[in-house]
């Protein structure tokens, strides 16, 4: 089975989500790469020694400069006439391409799978991940989002792919980029942070989430992440949310503050390794998937841990 993953970079490096989807695409056959974008020959070379990688589709254009889904689809659509499988990791640009692939070529799309059972079965999240379901599928193509979480990330060097660039599809005219407001944080990547320290609720301001999570992140090296609730209150900004409507993280320690564990929080980070919890009410759901749980008030707690670390 020859599979096609694509490639998600920032124009000039592969990010780990790919590396992810590598080993996902692995598990079902010979992987190769699609490279779309406007100047991507440095993103091209970074993918070819990615661990067992076979083969990297270049498509340099610019109708592919921004990854806008309406363009990139038909490119993907037409290169599946050699390829069995289409995978994408399930990020924000990953879930906008693989369902208009899946209708261009008329198969029902698989999302957000955890596991490879077989060459036509998958293990993915269903009820918020408070059940795992067995999927098959009969159809002949796949198209496939991947819980990047739920798979070790190839390495990023020893490969050796062969690069070869394709025709581009054009624009389809169907959509156009206007611009892109990007937030500046001299932080970790949330979703590639090996520590995560996230806020709830429970602050009860914007100003006392910084206060305190901000000190013990910087202590800890650690990203910053924060509840829905946090974000909806206004405490912290949206890329900032952990959860099932946020962004879904397996850090090796993510530590849990005023986050009393609602189940679209616990499907965000779950799979951390280790998971420390801080909250008054010793009857939270978080302290149920925590490996540490410190019961007492965070305004006393936190900063009291921040001195110590």
């Given amino acids: 089975m020859k599979t096609l993953v694509w490639v998600e970079h920032d124009g000039g490096s592969v990010k780990d989500a790919t590396l992810a989807t590598v080993t996902a695409a692995a598990k079902l056959g010979e992987v190769h790469l699609i490279v779309a974008g406007q100047g991507v020959g440095d993103v091209a070379q970074a993918a ?12 340099d254009d610019a109708a592919y400069a921004n990854a806008l889904a309406e363009n990139v689809a038909p490119l993907i659509a037409e290169l ?3 390829h069995d499988a289409f995978l994408a990791p399930s990020t924000t640009t990953g879930k906008n391409i693989a369902p208009r692939v899946a209708a261009l070529i008329d198969v029902m799309q698989i999302s957000d799978i955890l596991s490879v059972e077989g060459p036509d079965s998958f293990t993915r ?6 059940a795992i379901a067995t999927v098959k599928t009969s159809d002949t193509k796949l198209v496939l989002t991947v819980r990047t979480t739920a798979f070790e990330k190839a390495a990023a060097e020893g490969g050796s792919g062969v690069i070869e660039a394709v025709a581009s ?14 937030a500046e944080n001299a932080r970790p990547e949330l979703t590639s942070a090996k520590i995560i320290v996230s806020g709830g609720r429970a602050l009860g301001s914007e100003e006392q989430f910084h206060a305190l999570i901000d000190p013990l992140a910087d202590k800890l090296g650690a990203a910053v992440g924060a509840s829905r609730a946090a974000v909806d209150a206004g405490y912290a900004p949206n890329d900032y949310q952990v959860g099932q409507t946020g962004k879904i993280v397996a850090p090796e320690v993510y530590v849990a503050v005023g986050i009393s564990g609602a189940i679209q ?3 965000g980070m779950k799979d951390s390794k280790v998971i420390v919890a801080i909250n008054k009410d010793e009857d939270a759901p978080i302290f149920q998937v925590a ?3 410190l019961v007492g ?5 936190v900063p009291e841990l921040t001195e110590k670390v």
Wanted: charged share 20%.
């Fill in 48 to 59: 070819a020694k990615i661990a067992g990688v076979g083969k990297v589709h270049v498509a």
């Fill in 80 to 82: 599946m006439g050699h």
């Fill in 125 to 130: 999240p269903i009820y918020a991940g408070n």
């Fill in 169 to 182: 599809t054009g624009d389809a005219a169907k959509s156009r980029f206007v611009g892109a407001e990007k």
């Fill in 265 to 267: 929080h616990l499907a």
């Fill in 291 to 293: 490996d540490i749980g």
């Fill in 297 to 301: 008030d965070l305004f006393t707690v």
